[in-house]
């Protein structure tokens, strides 16, 4: 990585575009800095969604973010897949594509769920491989998510954040920092979510993601259903201070609100810095 | 170098991602799984493989392999919303977890997921598949034209300015994004009624109107989307007719003496359409998008 978050922009406070919203953004035109697209759900389709999409991108910088690649399968890398997310990426302008570190399905199945990955050197050497093959077709670097996880492997060799850095330097790729999935993830799997965030390289995070999760039962489950957590906001704040100065954005996938509640949302970040996210962290 | 802190056996990436994978996606537990013999053999290879701590190893492939329903019960819900309401939420579930132990995902979109359902509907042995199967099957026309192109739109002034040769001659192209389709159940009525929040549910043993959605009752309907507008257009079995002949490239005049002549195989009563409702009928269609163009 030559350059900070590889060149790309500071976008500033973004939310996850949904199809229930593409009315009042169009009609209103909030004032949020930009969205993150879910690339699977306008991969394939010519229709409506494509449409909508086409409009919002005139207006607005956009972000791919995917759940389809399945970087960490064992199964060969879909190029269909990687052509129309290519293909979708030219079409908006998209600024940068991520993914999530995980797999979605083996032996041409398909589960549509993140998977975790076992954090083993063998793991490490395929997806770090795969990760340089999607750069190169994509001419531009692959930004990748720390997934939240319900399981480990007991065959790990790594820990979760020691995996994910080797990951990002041997394959030189970008990282999406979630805040709310390392808050998960620590509570889940029982280790310390500070400690975690300084084994990152936080110079590669390109976008950081901040999210509501749900209290389950043992486990805490990432919903993307609520307000965020204080205790998410602590730890934003934390991973901020740290260095990861990048474009920030709000997921909320179920129990959707009215747009309003997410510029609210949005107003608790601005408010904590008092500046756009150019200026967090300095 | 790297520290080492595993005290499981080696297992590659394959196999655990096959592993776990068969573990999440078996329907109903051990009874349901291939290669392992035992439930005591299954406990002893998830406690190889998964790490417990404050959460049982079961307990946290468990939670992967009721997201994997759900997950997939939500897509169908979403692209069936009418069939759900039609069977309630206990058989809708019970319909969804069969099909998805006969249809498992293969690809890595969901968007086409559901569409063998209104087949695999027909299919089922109960007194309402017939029913269901063509609810689903308008339900699945709705999906089609949102995500199809939605091509050029017939321009109407053109057609004025034809002469009587070309009028003779004209063929219609269909929109991308324009399905036909011929129900021997009153689906598409029920689709409207369920949009007006006054659909009942065949549930409701006692009621006469789902009582009388498993009556045959012919028709048809056409279903086109036009920039965000999903039309649904309810036809007589004699438009619909007329309107296949169209959609199939007939020239225009030929399909209007066929269809007149009742050749299209629409019985005599409902082939008597007056000229003034095809008018309208046909002005509707252009109106609406229903053809791209002129071939």
């Not at chain 1, 690649?69 to 600024?95: C, F, N, P």
């Not at chain 2, 995500?147 to 929109?175: F, K, T």
């Not at chain 2, 007056?274 to 252009?286: G, H, I, K, N, S």
Request: charged content about 20%.
């Amino acid at each position: 990585m030559k350059k900070k978050r590889f060149g790309l922009p500071q976008l500033g406070f973004g939310v996850g575009l949904r199809s229930v919203h593409y009315q009042h953004i169009l009609s209103e035109r909030p004032q949020v800095g930009w969205f993150e697209v879910l690339s699977d759900n306008y991969m394939h389709t010519r229709g409506r969604p494509l449409a909508f999409l086409d409009r919002i991108a005139e207006h607005y910088p956009v972000a791919l973010h995917g759940v389809g690649l399945s970087i960490g399968s064992s199964d060969e890398l879909d190029l269909g897949y990687l052509a129309e997310l290519r293909a979708l990426r030219d079409r908006v302008g998209a600024h940068w594509v991520s993914d999530h570190i995980c797999w979605t399905g083996v032996n041409g199945r398909h589960g549509h769920d993140l998977y975790p990955v076992p954090f083993t050197e063998e793991a490490l050497r395929h997806i770090a491989r795969r990760v340089c093959q999607v750069q190169d077709y994509l001419e531009a670097p692959l930004v990748l998510e720390n997934p939240s996880t319900y399981l480990e492997f007991k065959g790990s060799t790594l820990g979760e954040a020691e995996f994910i850095a080797a990951l990002l330097e041997e394959s030189d790729s970008g990282l999406l920092l979630d805040v709310n999935n390392v808050y998960v993830n620590a509570h889940n799997h029982g280790f310390d979510p500070l400690g975690y965030l300084r084994q990152l390289p936080l110079e590669r995070v390109v976008q950081l993601h901040i999210a509501g999760h749900s209290q389950a039962q043992g486990y805490l489950a990432d919903t993307h259903s609520a307000p965020v957590a204080d205790g998410v906001w602590d730890l934003l704040a934390e991973a901020v201070r740290l260095g990861a100065n990048a474009p920030l954005l709000l997921e909320w996938d179920a129990e959707i609100p009215e747009f309003a509640e997410l510029e609210r949302e949005l107003d608790k970040a601005k408010s904590r810095w008092g500046a756009e996210p150019a200026e967090l962290g300095s | 170098m790297r520290a080492t802190r595993s005290s499981a056996p080696a297992t590659t990436l394959h196999q655990l991602q096959s592993w776990l994978f068969q573990r999440v996606t078996e329907a109903a537990g051990p009874a349901r799984s291939e290669g392992v013999a035992t439930a005591a053999d299954r406990d002893v290879e998830l406690q190889e493989h998964v790490v417990s701590g404050n959460l049982a190893a079961s307990a946290r492939v468990e939670v992967y392999r009721h997201g994997y329903f759900a997950r997939l019960v939500e897509c169908l819900e979403d692209d069936y919303p009418a069939l759900a309401h039609a069977l309630g939420a206990a058989r809708f579930e019970a319909l969804c977890r069969d099909f998805i132990a006969l249809y498992p995902p293969a690809s890595a979109s969901l968007n086409y997921y559901g569409a063998p359902l209104a087949q695999y509907c027909g299919r089922r042995p109960e007194s309402w598949s017939a029913f269901a199967a063509e609810l689903a099957q308008l339900e699945w026309a709705v999906v089609e034209v949102i995500h199809a192109e939605e091509g050029e739109r017939l321009d109407s002034a053109a057609l004025g300015q034809l002469s009587a040769e070309q009028w003779s001659a004209l063929r219609l192209v269909p929109s991308p994004a324009l399905r036909l389709l011929r129900h021997a159940y009153p689906a598409a009525e029920y689709y409207q009624a369920f949009k007006d929040g006054s659909a009942a549910a065949l549930g409701v043993a006692a009621s006469g109107g789902a009582l009388e959605l498993l009556t045959p009752r012919a028709s048809a309907v056409a279903v086109c989307r036009r920039g965000e507008d999903v039309w649904r257009i309810r036809l007589t079995p004699a438009l619909a007719e007329l309107l296949g002949c169209l959609i199939a490239s007939a020239p225009l005049l030929a399909a209007l003496e066929r269809w007149g002549s009742g050749a299209t195989g629409v019985s005599a009563p409902d082939a008597l359409v007056a000229p003034e409702e095809l008018q309208r009928a046909f002005q509707d269609w252009v109106s609406c998008g229903l053809f791209s163009g002129i071939a």
